[in-house]
């Protein structure tokens, strides 16, 4: 009897020594798996710091800060920084207006690489400059915050006490050519900004307030540092084409509707500083119609370029006559629908910007034209010209 419970004792003091064995040893577990993940997080460990040092492997934030650095300091860009006490680096950098897209374009293709997160949660522009606040965030948690300055290419001069922009006249040729390519329809879709976005360059969208995904396609190519117009719908000479009233401006639009249309259009593409016809053979042929609604563009403020969409229009004389800031259009990239064409009709618009100055294209968000552009950013860059939001040409 007394073995049986001498074994049973022993028994239990064995059971009990594995449980606080198999305790102890997941507890150790435990904090080596903490003191590692605090490591990891760049925080002070005992076991990994001291006991048995390991090679430190940058996060995802980290590894982002330090390619980021190097490419400011390639491109010799004027820049500061500074940690505040939550961690977070602080940049400041100021850019020309030509660095200003190559520099945004590789920030967005760096914090997509080591699956960041990029916002613009702030823009003010100021008479000779724009300033932009991105908001940098890695595992949901802010780790950058990017103060971007971008210097303007036409600096205010004083004209008579007040600030006014120079803007060379077409028949004035300035010293390095400049092209500006204008993307129509934008609205149709809820993608397109990002596209126009990664493309590189300067571009103007001419936004279509009555399009399902106008406001916010709107929001967003402001938000990127792209140009937004208006792309006012306009009666069209083939009587085959749906107008609705409300939406376009008809032959026999009066004055109350088309000034309604351009409120309703401004609501919605609020940053817009100007606007372009959308179809519009018919009303822009017409000089009563056209006088109708550069009244309404002038009483608004806002610039007009002519789409040029039929030979006959008289938009952009009118405008001049009217002593409202305006342009046209040199070249469609697309009316035939074909990356061929479209390659081609960009070389026809670097010829012409070379041989006049300026040159203006007007395209579509057709996936040849943008194939189209993609292929030919790299080049048009290489060459001696200038490219600019459409509203640098305006005469």
Do not use: C
């Not at 990002?194 to 103007?204: A, K, N, S, V």
């Not at 639009?253 to 018919?282: D, F, K, T, Y």
């Amino acid at each position: 009897m007394k073995n049986k419970k001498k074994g049973r004792k022993q028994s239990q003091r064995r059971t009990a020594i594995l449980f606080f064995a198999v305790l102890f040893f997941v507890a150790l577990i435990m904090v080596t798996l903490l003191e590692f993940l605090d490591y990891r997080a760049g925080n002070y460990s005992l076991i990994f710091s001291k006991v048995f040092p390991l090679r430190r492997t940058l996060p995802e934030s980290g590894k982002f800060e330090r390619e980021w650095t190097e490419t400011l300091a390639r491109h010799k860009m004027l820049h500061d920084f500074f940690k505040d006490r939550d961690g977070v680096t602080h940049f400041r950098i100021v850019v020309g207006e030509p660095e200003y897209f190559p520099l945004t374009q590789s920030l967005h293709a760096l914090v997509e690489k080591y699956r960041g997160l990029s916002q613009l949660s702030e823009v003010q522009g100021m008479k000779d400059q724009t300033v932009y606040l991105y908001q940098i965030r890695f595992d949901r948690r802010l780790s950058h915050i990017i103060l971007l300055t971008r210097k303007l290419a036409e600096m205010a001069e004083s004209v008579n006490g007040e600030a006014a922009v120079a803007a060379p006249p077409k028949s004035r040729t300035p010293k390095i050519p400049r092209l500006a390519i204008v993307i129509d329809d934008i609205g149709y879709t809820d993608k397109m900004a990002e596209q126009l976005r990664d493309l590189g360059i300067p571009l103007t969208a001419a936004i279509i307030p009555s399009a399902p995904f106008a406001r916010g396609e709107a929001e967003k190519i402001h938000a990127f540092g792209l140009e937004a117009i208006i792309h006012l719908p306009m009666q069209p000479q083939d009587p085959a084409n749906h107008h609705p009233r409300g939406q376009f401006v008809l032959l026999d639009s009066n004055a109350a509707e088309i000034e309604a249309l351009l409120q309703n259009s401004r609501a919605v593409v609020p940053h817009a500083r100007g606007l372009n016809n959308h179809m519009g053979s018919l009303v822009t042929s017409d000089p009563r119609a056209m006088r109708r609604v550069l009244e309404a563009v002038k009483k608004s403020g806002l610039f007009f370029l002519d789409s040029k969409t039929a030979l006959t229009t008289v938009g952009y004389s009118l405008a001049k006559e009217m002593k409202i800031r305006t342009t046209s259009r040199d070249v469609f990239l697309d009316d035939v629908q074909t990356y061929d064409y479209s390659i081609g009709q960009i070389r026809r618009l670097l010829e012409l910007a070379r041989k006049n100055g300026q040159a203006l294209a007007i395209g579509h968000p057709f996936a040849s034209t943008l194939e189209a552009l993609r292929a030919a950013v790299p080049w048009l860059k290489q060459q001696k010209i200038e490219i600019v939001f459409m509203s640098a040409l305006l005469e």
